[in-house]
């Protein structure tokens, strides 16, 4: 019994950061216009590429004292100082010309058609739906359109 109680703490502790005692992983948002991905968690490692899309989301992986793995949506990564990213969360649309809704409702008016590649800040999300802001428009998108955001997440 102590031995099954032991493994499951030992796999529930995984989940979080050993720097923030955040969940790992987590999505974030890049609060700089540009940012320096590196190839490990200090300033002597090589940077790889920068970042260039502010409010652009990424999912943090790793903590290593300030620094963080970050990856984007297309799986591609590296360590990022954490003052380079924000708590405030967005999403990127993943399908040209996503409908936003007036209620998280497939037959509720349209309020906007956001394309491909759009960074839309999040707000509310149930199982289904999430309500986003983009360019002074509002609405609701199916959770399925967008990255940025966990399929089981509930945003209040």
Sequence with gaps: MTACALSASAVF???????????????VSLKAA?????RGPSL???IDWVFKRRDMPLRITAEHGHWRRVEDRDGLGGWVHYSLLSGTRTVLIEQDLLTL??????????TAALE???????????????RLS???YRGWAPKARLWGVGANEIRD
């Design 13 to 27: 502790a995984q989940d979080k950061g050993p720097v923030t005692n955040l969940p790992l992983p987590r999505f």
């Design 34 to 38: 540009e940012g320096n991905v590196r």
């Design 44 to 46: 002597t490692h090589r």
């Design 101 to 110: 809704r007036a209620r998280p409702d497939a037959a509720a008016p349209v």
């Design 116 to 130: 491909i590649g759009v960074v839309a800040r999040l707000g509310k999300c149930d199982l289904e739906w999430c």
């Design 134 to 136: 983009s360019g002074g």
